[in-house]
């Protein structure tokens, strides 16, 4: 049976940033692991640019990286077109919403990354994987 897409991204993201040299908190892409750099130099840039030039994801980020990989559809202002953000929405849901939640990490994605780190997102994405 084939994998489903939103299966497929979710995977992917996973792979992009299990290795902690490509992962990041605080921002979409970066270069450094906090984010936090002053000279941000993403500034201005479209999501595919982001992409192209960043070594870093959080784990949004690497979804985001994931649907570009998979050659899901970015609008033309370099945002998510309708069809894909509905898959990172769908993502984002399963996340929220899994049975066997850990009570003690509350939040969505995004906050879980910045909050809990590296080891947490990857553990959550990855029982979020077993239960689609």
């Known amino acids: 049976m084939a994998k489903s897409l939103k299966r497929q991204v979710l995977e992917r993201a996973i792979e992009i940033i ?17 984010g936090f750099e002053f000279n941000n130099e993403f500034n201005g840039k479209s999501l ?16 985001y990286r994931a649907l570009n990989e998979l050659g899901l559809p970015l609008d033309e202002s370099g945002g998510l077109n309708k069809n894909t953000a509905f898959i990172l929405e769908e993502i ?32 959550e994405l990855k029982k979020t994987l077993e239960e689609m």
């Open 48 to 63: 595919k640019e982001q992409i192209k030039s960043s070594t870093r994801s959080c784990a949004i980020g690497a979804i």
């Open 92 to 123: 984002g849901l399963n996340f929220l919403n899994r049975k066997n939640r850990n009570p003690n990490v509350v939040g969505g994605v995004a906050y879980v990354n910045d909050r809990y780190g590296h080891k947490v997102i990857i553990k």
């Open 18 to 34: 299990s290795d902690e040299n490509h992962w990041c908190h605080h921002r979409l892409f970066s270069n450094e692991i906090d």
